[in-house]
């Protein structure tokens, strides 16, 4: 397992992580689009030089023969950004992967309004939707490094293709070696009887703890869960969480339709229905610019976050 | 050139494969004929002399395997890997039956000898590059990639973009082919998208091409012979043939794309085509 003190980048870490899972398991290979220098995969190509594959700009055949090789007994994790690891190749990931049966993992960089500079061409919000579309994929967004790094081997050890949506830039560090840190197990992060506030990636995890401090000063307890894997779902702590407080907030660094808000209320429709309510983006492409104006553009704050909640508290 | 005994085998075996072909379309009504006649000599030729296989092993790893791209034309190498003994002849009245193993377009999770799943045109070819390259990978010095795209399927983009990829990889161990059948499902592909110089496209994109009779089983297997001794590229044999070639009903038709076949026409187009052949 990686040291994640080591490093100050969430694409360091990841391509640290699947080097580290290469160097016990000779079926695993990296293929990118391209975007090596971005990800940082050159570190994998240095370790592992006949293991790694520059396709070239050629995302959807990337894809496809990544279903190839699998069918041959490798493990490609394959690379690139966001938006076009899901919409590029959708086609090639559902038939030459998903119906296939084979087992490739796929690693998303730069989610939602983290995109920044690269702007509206390249800002992914529909991205969970899709994957979720697959049926064969586990989903997950860590909100720090040492989550994403326990998290990678997990997803090869479960046996099935995945999605992993990840900056690249700047890190959180928010758990230690020792926590507990399980695919498909959410953290619940403050106790709260109030109101949960289920969210996903960092940026919306750290949104929602800022939103926790500032509803704690109006005698509010928030409860936050970090919804680190969205497939498999931990029905049980969103259940849990729900009954106790019967308010719920979901927030995510995507798009309403298809995302992780209607995944928590279509199944608290049926199980637990409680009051509720979603940060994320509407009917809205991307922008360019940097983060800090990204947030307040699309609401992505901790005020925006504080008035939902008491507005949900109201009703 | 082959020897006579073995022509004389493999042009039995193409006229049973295309009989039981006509067969399996038949027993449920309709499918794609066209495309399924059009690349007999080739699969016949593959499985029953170059291919490494083991029809009781299909999941033998180090096997030779193929990638039917234009997947449409499952029908027919169903009816090759029946004979093959991968699976009961029986199952070729199935096509397309409620819970069937024999889906109109070919699927790996589902048919045994089936290498890789193909339907949306494209990705076969990615999915061979990816094999062949997974072979290297692997070690498996002696195992070879082949392929069948579509003429018409090579109007997708990604058949271009797995060339490339093919190419920059100096993949050897790939051997892919061009059905050449100037027809696709709207009709002929000079009339909707022209596939010039096929041959050459190849060529710049780093591979080793031929252009051959793709019914004319010589041409076939010298070809073949001369891709695996020609070292540090991809190969494409683009083979000419006739959409529907020994459906005669469909010979020259536009529309043969996807044919209905009912009883009447079966045994008249059988009759006919041994009868061509001069006797079964």
């Known amino acids: 397992m990686i040291a994640v003190k080591d490093y100050s980048n969430y694409r360091d870490v990841v391509v640290a992580a699947v080097a580290d899972l290469a160097e016990s398991h000779e079926d695993v290979v990296f293929l990118d689009a391209d975007l090596s220098s971005c990800i940082g995969s050159t570190a994998f190509q240095k370790r592992f030089p006949e293991r790694f594959t520059n396709c070239g700009i050629a995302e959807a055949n990337m894809a496809a023969m ?42 998303g960089s730069d989610p939602g309004i983290t995109a920044q500079y690269n702007g509206g061409t390249h800002m992914p919000f529909e991205d969970i939707a899709l994957f979720r579309q697959i049926p064969s994929f586990n989903i997950i967004e860590p909100s720090d490094g040492e989550s994403l790094a326990r998290l990678v081997p997990q997803l090869y050890a479960a046996g099935k293709s995945s999605y992993i949506r990840t900056p690249r830039k700047g890190i959180n560090v928010r758990y230690t070696p020792d926590d507990e840190i399980m695919l498909g197990k959410a953290i619940t992060l403050t106790e709260g009887d109030d109101i949960a506030i289920v969210a996903t990636g960092c940026v919306m995890v750290d949104t929602a703890l800022e939103a926790t401090a500032a509803l704690k000063d109006k005698g509010i307890s928030a409860r936050v869960i970090d919804l680190h894997t969205i497939r498999p779902f931990d029905a049980a702590t969103i259940e849990k969480a729900a009954h106790e407080t019967g308010h719920v907030i979901v927030c995510e660094n995507g798009r309403r339709a298809g995302g992780v808000g209607e995944l928590v209320a279509g199944h608290l429709a049926q199980t637990c229905p409680v009051k509720m309510d979603f940060l994320c983006v509407e009917d809205r492409y991307g922008e360019v610019g940097p983060l800090s104006y990204l947030k307040e553009s699309f609401g992505f704050t901790a005020p925006v976050l504080v008035d939902k909640a008491l507005k949900l508290l109201s009703k | ?130 094999i062949a390259l997974a072979q290297r990978i692997r070690g498996f010095k002696d195992s070879w990639t082949y392929a069948i795209v579509g003429d018409g399927e090579s109007q997708e983009g990604e058949v271009w973009e797995a060339a490339e990829v093919a190419g920059a990889q100096k993949l050897d161990n790939l051997i892919a082919f061009t059905d050449l059948n100037k027809q696709q499902l709207d009709g002929y592909t000079d009339d909707i998208i022209p596939m010039y110089h096929l041959k050459e496209r190849y060529e710049t994109f780093g591979f080793d091409a031929y252009e051959v009779d793709g019914h004319d089983f010589n041409q076939v297997a010298d070809a073949i012979a001369s891709a695996k001794s020609v070292k540090g590229k991809p190969h494409m044999i683009i083979l000419n043939t006739v959409k529907s070639f020994g459906y005669i009903p469909g010979e020259g038709v536009k529309g043969n794309h996807s044919m209905s076949i009912n009883e009447e026409t079966r045994k008249s187009a059988i009759d006919a085509l041994v009868d061509r052949e001069g006797g079964r």
């Open chain 1, 66 to 107: 990544a279903g190839g090789m699998a069918s041959v007994g490798l493990t490609p994790f394959i690379h690139s950004f966001g938006c076009f690891a899901s919409r590029r190749d959708y086609d090639q990931l559902f038939i030459s992967v998903g119906y296939t049966g084979q087992v490739v993992h796929v690693i």
């Open chain 2, 1 to 130: 050139m082959l020897d006579a005994s073995t022509l004389q085998m493999l042009k039995k075996e193409a006229l049973d494969a295309r009989i039981k072909t006509i067969e399996c379309i038949s027993s449920f009504g309709s499918g794609h004929i066209g495309g399924s006649m059009s690349i007999m000599e080739t699969l016949v030729y593959l499985y029953y002399v170059e291919m490494r296989i083991r029809p009781e092993e299909p999941d033998w790893e180090e096997r030779d395997r193929l990638v039917l791209s234009k997947g449409h034309a499952g029908p027919a190498l169903y009816a090759v890997l029946a004979k093959k003994g991968f699976f009961p002849l029986e199952w070729l009245g199935t096509l397309n039956k409620g819970g069937t193993k024999l889906p109109s377009h070919v699927d790996m999770t589902k048919t045994p000898g089936v290498d890789f799943t193909a339907g949306s045109l494209g990705q076969g070819i990615s999915a061979a590059v990816g």
